[in-house]
C-alpha cells in the first residue's frame, strides 16, 4: 500500500507547527511498521505518482482543489476535501445547529450596527475559515469592544463574523479518530494556540457524562463528515454539554502516540474495505 502525506502549511498552524509535524511523523513511523509505503509532501508540491490514499493537514484553497483531483481518481483522501471545508466556522456551526447539537445561542453578524443590540459578555469569531491569529477570536464585554474586534477580523479579509454567548464552565478538549478512538481532557494553559481558555478560569471539573460527550462528539463529526477530528466543549455547573469547535486532524498532543497508531490502524481499514 502506498500513502502520501502532506504536513499543514505553517501559515495554518499557529503556535502548534511542531506539534503538527509531530502527530504526522508518529503516524508515518505506525504505517510503516504495518508494511505500507509512505511518501510526504508539503502543501506546495505536487503529489507525483500513485498513491492509493492521501494523508493530508491540508487547508489552503489550492492544496484542497488538488485534493480534490485525487478525490475524483479514486484515491482515499483522509479527512476529504469536503469535510475539511465544513470546518470553516460559519459551516460546521450551521451543520451542528441542523443536526441538533447544542451549542452557544449565535448570530451572524455583517455589520457594526448588529453589535449594539447584542448581549454581553460574548465571543466574536472570524466567520470563514479557521482561526489562524489571536484577532480572528476576541471575548468581548462591551458593544464597542465588539466593534473593534469586528474591524478587527474585517481588516484581516473576512466580512462577516459569528458573535455567540459566552457560556460558563469547564473547557473540555475532545479527540477522536474513526468511530473507536476517542478521548478528552481539559487544556494545559501553556500549551494552547492563544491562550483564551484562560476566560472561563480553572477548571472546576464539574461532572457530566462522559458517555454524551463522546456520542455529541461523534455526531458532530459524522455530520461534518471527519475521520480525523478535535475540538472543544463546555461543561457547565450543572453538567451541560455545549459544543463550541470542531476541527480537522488537531495534533493529538497530549495522546500523540496513542493517536498515531489508531490513526494508522484506520487507514489501512479503510483501504481494505474501500472505505471514503
Not at 61 to 75: F, K, M, N, Q
Amino acid at each position: 500500500m502506498n500513502i502520501a502525506t502532506i504536513d499543514r502549511n505553517p501559515l495554518n498552524s499557529p503556535q502548534m507547527q511542531g506539534n503538527d509535524a509531530a502527530i504526522m511523523r508518529s503516524v508515518e513511523r505506525e504505517l510503516a511498521a504495518m508494511g505500507a509505503s509512505v511518501k510526504n509532501f508539503d502543501e506546495k508540491e505536487n503529489i507525483g505518482g500513485v498513491y492509493d490514499v492521501v494523508l493530508h493537514m491540508s487547508r489552503t484553497p489550492e492544496t484542497l482543489r488538488r485534493l480534490s483531483c485525487y478525490e475524483a481518481e479514486g484515491r482515499l483522501v483522509i479527512n476529504s476535501v469536503q469535510a475539511v471545508m465544513n470546518c470553516s466556522r460559519v459551516k460546521f456551526t450551521h451543520i451542528l445547529q441542523e443536526e441538533g447539537i447544542k451549542q452557544p445561542p449565535y448570530r451572524i453578524i455583517e455589520s457594526a450596527a448588529q453589535l449594539q443590540t447584542a448581549q454581553y459578555p460574548a465571543w466574536i469569531k472570524r466567520a470563514e475559515g479557521w482561526s489562524c491569529s489571536k484577532e480572528d477570536v476576541a471575548f468581548v464585554t462591551t458593544p464597542q469592544e465588539a466593534a473593534d474586534a469586528f474591524k478587527a477580523i474585517r481588516a484581516g479579509g473576512c466580512p462577516s463574523a459569528i458573535l455567540c454567548d459566552h457560556i460558563a464552565g469547564d473547557i473540555i478538549k475532545f479527540y477522536g479518530i474513526g468511530g473507536d478512538f476517542f478521548c478528552y481532557g481539559y487544556p494545559d494553559g501553556e500549551k494552547t494556540k492563544f491562550g483564551l481558555e484562560k476566560i472561563n478560569g480553572t477548571p472546576q471539573k464539574y461532572p457530566f457524562d462522559a458517555t454524551l460527550l463522546q456520542q455529541t462528539a461523534f455526531k458532530a463529526a459524522r455530520a461534518v463528515g471527519l475521520s480525523v477530528f478535535g475540538g472543544d466543549a463546555i461543561i457547565t455547573e450543572e453538567g451541560s454539554i455545549y459544543i463550541i469547535d470542531i476541527n480537522d486532524f488537531p495534533s493529538f498532543l497530549a495522546v500523540r502516540e496513542e493517536a498515531a497508531k489508531a490513526m494508522a490502524e484506520m487507514i489501512i481499514e479503510k483501504r481494505k474495505h474501500n472505505i471514503q
